[in-house]
């Protein structure tokens, strides 16, 4: 199993904004859904966004909506998250996971269980 690997992370103030991104070497994006969460301390993970490989279609929390766009790059086997008009309660662990089951999305892609890889995680921190 192929592990996705994070990175982007970082310090920013409200207001900015940034992109993490996700690699998944050696995993093709035929079909899957691909998903970031992120969990604050004393929180419990949710999710964020989520994108479906095959046509693209992408899904976001409330939270997040109008702020983050999620995209892919097949070729580089790597999902990107964008993130702007940063608030300091976007400061967490972003994580990236995918189905290697190779389901799209669908209702079901805030649903942390359906997800069964992983990344360890990268730290956003977002300064007022």
């Known amino acids: 199993q192929v592990l996705p690997v994070e990175s982007g992370g970082g310090s920013v103030q409200a207001g900015g904004s940034m992109r993490l991104s996700c690699v998944v070497s050696g995993f093709t994006f035929t079909e899957t859904c691909l998903a970031w969460f992120r969990q604050a301390p004393g929180k419990e993970r949710e999710a964020v966004a989520a994108i479906s490989s095959r046509y693209g279609a992408t899904y976001r929390s409330d939270s997040v909506e109008g702020r983050a766009t999620v995209s892919q790059d097949k070729d580089k086997s790597t999902v990107y998250l964008q993130m702007n008009s940063l608030k300091p309660e976007d400061s967490a662990i972003y994580y990236c996971?995918?189905?290697?089951?190779?389901?799209?999305?669908?209702?079901?892609?805030?649903?942390?269980?359906?997800?069964?890889?992983w990344g360890r995680g990268t730290q956003v921190t977002v300064s007022s």
């Open positions: 996971a995918y189905d290697t089951l190779r389901r799209p999305c669908g209702t079901s892609w805030s649903s942390l269980g359906r997800f069964d890889s």
